[in-house]
Each structure stands twice: as structure tokens, then as C-alpha cells.
């Protein structure tokens, strides 16, 4: 059985709320809008559940209506959500200074990032001065194997969690140099484990690189990533070996999360 089949067996599961959250969840696709019966279609449930989850989202101000599309939207109160999770969480809290002390040494963009089912998310984002859009926002989901912080988060799990989790991906290269093959990146994964950080070229843009390495708490269970993303052209991974990774590790090493 699996989890998520699991969880609704349990009284406890509320069935209806789980469809409800689903609604708001079809805008992770990064669609700016989205329509009743696109909604219905990708929540496998019927155009009449829609519109009654979409009109109760709308009454509680978290989506929006264009009344001449027809089309459904996200408001600020989602956003408000996230605010409260970044204020909250004492990770967060804690890794703020490491994170900007990483930034002002090397002016390069900054991450941390969690595990979340097969993906990570990056939850607070110190941008460089060549950063683009979406290395400025949170919240952005990517898949854990093909990221130097995915594979520092997956090397924490045991290898038959690794394996399972490689197994239950679709691996769709991002470029040509993107790894694909399970039994390397299985490798690849337990390297990072053996060294303590991770090192990704190329594998989600052409010419960008990233080295990762991880947060533990008290008992040295890894709770997060930090990573660092820089031109290929300008740090090779010899020198993001050589430089970044020392500073990489001094900042994650000096967090203990309680």
C-alpha cells in the first residue's frame, strides 16, 4: 500500500480537504491562470467539484476569477502562507546568516533547499549580481536527482530509499549533459555521501554549475541543502572545488539545528 493510499485509509484523512488543497496545487505547472475544466481534468474530478473547490477558494481569498476568461488565478494570500513558514521556522531563521555570509564572499547565488517527496524546494534564495528571475523566488520545485542539493539531500536516505526513488522518477534530460542513467546517478549519489558535498554541471542549464552540501541537526541527520550556482565559464569544477567548496562546508558545518 502506498503512503498516500495509507493516509486516506485513516479516519483521520480528510478525503474532501485533500481534493481541495489538489485545486491550489494545479499551479505549480506555473501556469499564470487556469480554467474550471483544465482544473477538473488535472484533479481527476468532475467540472461540478471544480467549481465548487475553485468558488470556495475565491470566497476565501486565495484564488481569483476574470469574469471575461473565466480563468482562475492565484491572490496574494497564498504568498501570505509562505511568509508565515519563512517566519516561523527556526531552520530558516539559523541559516539566514550562514547563507549571507556565503553570498558576500563569493557574490554568487545562494540556496536552501529541502526534500519533499522526490523533489527539492528551495525555501530561501540569496541571489548573485547575474541572477535571473527565478533564482530570486522561493518555492521553486525541482527534481531532487539532476540538482548538486538534490543529490546531497537523497544521499541521506538508505540506498534502497536512493534506489526507489530513482526508479520512480522519468529522468527527462534538461540538457545534453544531463546524467540519466540510474546506476550512475546512484553513484554519483554515494560519492556526495562519502565527500560531503555535491557537484553538478550542466545537468538542469547549459553552462551553470552548483556544488551542495548539507545541514544536520543534533543528531547528524541532514534536515537541508545549501548550494551555490555559478557560470561554468568562470568556476570550473576545479576551482568550485578549490574555493567554494571550503566555504561551502565552514557555513554548513558551523549550523547545528537543534
Not at 520512480?168 to 540538457?175: D, M
Not at 541532514?222 to 574555493?243: C, F, G, H, K, Y
Amino acid at each position: 500500500m502506498s503512503e498516500q493510499a495509507g493516509e486516506q485509509a485513516n479516519p483521520q484523512f480528510i478525503a474532501t480537504l485533500e481534493k481541495g488543497i489538489r485545486v491550489l496545487e494545479m499551479f505549480r505547472s506555473g501556469h499564470a491562470s487556469l480554467g474550471l475544466t483544465e482544473l477538473a481534468q488535472n484533479c481527476d474530478m468532475t467540472k461540478s467539484a471544480a467549481q465548487r473547490f475553485t468558488y470556495t477558494w475565491c470566497e476565501l481569498g486565495y484564488l481569483q476569477k476574470d469574469e471575461r476568461s473565466r480563468r482562475y488565478s492565484l491572490t496574494h494570500k497564498a504568498l501570505e502562507l509562505g511568509f508565515l513558514y519563512l517566519n516561523s521556522d527556526p531552520l530558516i531563521s539559523k541559516a539566514l546568516p550562514a547563507l549571507t555570509r556565503i553570498r558576500e564572499r563569493c557574490a554568487l547565488t545562494v540556496n536552501l533547499s529541502l526534500l519533499s517527496g522526490h523533489d527539492i524546494v528551495y525555501v530561501m534564495r540569496i541571489p548573485g549580481t547575474q541572477q535571473t528571475f527565478t533564482e530570486m523566488l522561493p518555492g521553486r520545485r525541482m527534481p531532487a536527482w539532476c540538482t548538486s542539493a538534490g543529490r546531497v539531500l537523497l544521499a541521506a536516505l538508505p540506498d534502497a530509499r536512493i534506489r526507489d526513488s530513482l526508479a520512480a522518477q522519468s529522468l527527462e534530460p534538461f540538457t545534453q549533459q544531463t546524467q540519466v542513467d540510474r546506476q550512475q546517478l546512484f553513484e554519483d549519489i554515494l560519492q556526495a555521501r562519502q565527500q560531503g558535498y555535491a557537484l553538478a554541471s550542466e545537468q538542469v542549464l547549459i553552462g551553470q554549475i552548483g556544488v551542495a552540501a548539507p545541514i544536520r541537526n543534533l543528531h547528524l541527520q541532514t534536515v537541508a541543502a545549501v548550494n551555490i550556482t555559478a557560470s561554468l565559464s568562470q568556476w570550473p569544477a576545479a576551482r568550485m572545488v578549490d574555493e567554494l567548496v571550503p566555504l561551502l562546508m565552514e557555513a554548513t558545518q558551523s549550523l547545528v539545528i537543534g
